[in-house]
């Protein structure tokens, strides 16, 4: 089984920064993609970004582009997500997902349905 355990969430003022850390155990990664994802109030939860843990090719949501970056340390086992420039809309939830890619037929990781493995969260809150 896959455990992953995020840290880093906390109160930050308006185009302040945070860097959010999962740690992911239980497996080799080498075949997996790492993601973040966020659920502001009251709203259903979304895609921010994605790593692939081989080759580090990453992607973005539109409205996190230029100011959010994620990496991952192979030896640390660790996925981040940088996040500049926070807004209040960046107010949120935010969980790290894993999955194993399948050799063929790439789902769409944009869908929370896709992952199979979950942290428990951690809770990012920018004020004006």
């Known amino acids: 089984q896959v455990q992953l355990v995020e840290s880093g969430g906390g109160l930050v003022q308006t185009e302040g920064s945070l860097r959010l850390s999962c740690v992911a155990s239980?497996?080799?990664?080498?075949?997996?993609?790492m993601g973040w994802f966020r659920r502001p109030p009251g709203k259903e939860r979304e895609v921010v970004a994605s790593?692939?843990?081989?080759?580090?090719?990453?992607r973005y949501a539109e409205s996190v582009k230029g100011r959010f970056t994620m990496s991952r340390d192979s030896d640390k086992n660790t996925a981040y997500l940088q996040m500049d420039s926070l807004e209040a809309e960046d107010t949120a939830v935010y969980y790290c997902?894993?999955?194993?890619?399948?050799?063929?037929?790439?789902?769409?990781?944009?869908?929370?349905?896709?992952?199979?493995?979950w942290g428990q969260g951690t809770q990012v809150t920018v004020s004006s």
């Open positions: 239980g497996r080799t990664f080498s075949r997996y993609i």
């Open positions: 997902a894993a999955d194993r890619m399948p050799v063929f037929s790439e789902p769409d990781y944009t869908d929370p349905k896709s992952w199979n493995y």
């Open positions: 790593i692939t843990w081989s080759g580090g090719s990453t």
